[in-house]
């Protein structure tokens, strides 16, 4: 017996965004945020936080632009420096004799430091602040190439895990048209005449030209999910949660009356009542057809598929399939963020690895394409759709039949 411990069917209404893009004709892109792993969307581990950047202008004009930024914030970085150096250094070796003579220990020496160098500090209050005005603007040249360089970075790491260019920006645009990104950071560079500008707003104004010459900008703009999309993304239950909406939403359309029965990131064990039930983690549960989707989303899905990387893939695999036996399951189908012809590749693998396996189970494996994705969603609620009405056209029959015969009964009693 298979019991239903947990699911994830509440949070399906935070993915409804991409369900709507679903089922449009130009706004499918959308849904390759669900192929793309949270851990990719990372801009730094300490933030944990899921980000998109989305780059205008051709990169490569500015390199030189960029490399002559830099030598002026050096340069002005100079001058700025050693003023303050000849100013403080003699002060702070003075500080520093007096501690040394006194015979105390590290910890109260720190404090005698601290406490001799603060007044000197405090004396110089105007050439810090000055330092700090004129430091804040020679150092903003080395800041503004510094974030569009990280950003810029950042985004060919995510291209080069899953999606080509196009499809990415593509992406970009049509999340945030459907508000499930907002922007939060902006850099411009101007390739011709190095003029620059720095933007933290969740709502930037965005000019196309250059105020000072009129050339087309250079620009990386940072975004971030919406905070109800982007712990899911984190989890990496979006796709499943997709999916399971997705489905429930077309069965309904096309089976009305069909009570269809989907859990999306559920937790279900194989026996009730023992104190030893083996839990089982299913991406999205389809008991009524004995079967579940799995979504495995790597983050590195364009690697070579090599013969190290085909071993782990196929053996964490079969360590899934082993699970789905234990359940009885008798279908299974894994939906991945691989190549087709990497996917190809697996699927046979996989095959060859089960081949010999007591039970049996039918799978397949389909790599990152949308509309493939859809498509093969649209098939698998036109399957379950008709065998909810044929069930419920047999069932009318049974009852008409039944009605009939009752009738035929009473007006031959009648009629004796």
């Given at each position: ?74 340069t002005n970085l100079y001058p700025l420096i050693v003023p303050l150096a000849r100013h403080f250094i003699p002060k702070v070796l003075l ?322």
């Open positions: 017996m298979v019991r239903i411990e947990k699911d994830s069917s509440e949070l399906e209404p935070e993915v409804r965004p991409l369900t709507d893009a679903a089922h449009t004709q130009q706004w499918k892109s959308a849904l390759n945020i669900l192929f793309l792993n949270g851990s990719v969307l990372q801009f730094s581990e300490e933030m944990g936080i899921p980000c998109l950047v989305t780059s205008t202008g051709p990169v490569e004009r500015i390199d030189r632009i960029m490399d002559l930024l830099l030598g002026k914030a050096t500080v520093l004799k007096r501690t040394e003579i006194t015979e105390v220990d590290e910890e109260r020496r720190v404090a005698i430091f601290v406490a001799g160098i603060l007044p000197e500090l405090e004396k110089s209050r105007r050439l810090l602040m000055k330092a700090v005005v004129d430091g804040a603007f020679t150092i903003s040249e080395m800041i503004a190439v510094g974030i569009f360089k990280s950003l810029n970075d950042f985004r060919n790491s995510q291209i080069h895990a899953a999606l080509d260019e196009g499809d990415y920006e593509e992406m970009v645009e049509a999340l945030q048209r459907l508000e499930v990104i907002q922007p939060r950071l902006q850099v411009s560079i101007c390739p011709k005449c190095a003029n620059f500008t720095v933007t933290i707003s969740n709502c930037p104004s965005i000019t196309e030209s250059c105020p000072k010459c009129g050339e087309g900008w250079v620009s990386e703009m940072l975004y971030t999910l919406k905070p109800s999309f982007d712990n899911l993304k984190m989890k990496n239950i979006d796709l499943p949660l997709f999916i399971s909406s997705y489905l429930r939403y077309i069965v309904s359309v096309k089976a009305p009356l069909a009570d269809f029965q989907i859990y999306p990131s559920a937790s279900v064990t194989t026996d009730q009542d023992s104190t030893s039930a083996k839990r089982v983690e299913l991406d999205v549960y389809l008991p009524q057809f004995n079967g579940c989707i799995e979504c495995k989303v790597y983050e590195d899905a364009f690697a070579p598929m090599t013969m190290n990387r085909m071993s782990s893939i196929t053996g964490r695999l079969i360590q899934k399939i082993e699970s789905y036996l234990a359940l009885g399951l008798e279908n299974v189908y894994f939906v991945t963020n691989l190549p087709d012809s990497s996917a190809d590749k697996v699927q046979t693998a996989l095959q060859n690895a089960i081949a010999n396996k007591e039970g049996s189970i039918e799978f397949g494996i389909s790599g990152v394409n949308v509309d493939s994705l859809l498509k093969w969603l649209n098939e698998i609620s036109s399957s379950i759709s008709d065998r909810f009405n044929s069930d419920l056209e047999l069932r009318f029959k049974e009852a008409m039949s039944e009605e009939s015969l009752s009738k035929n009964s009473q007006n031959l009693k009648l009629s004796q």
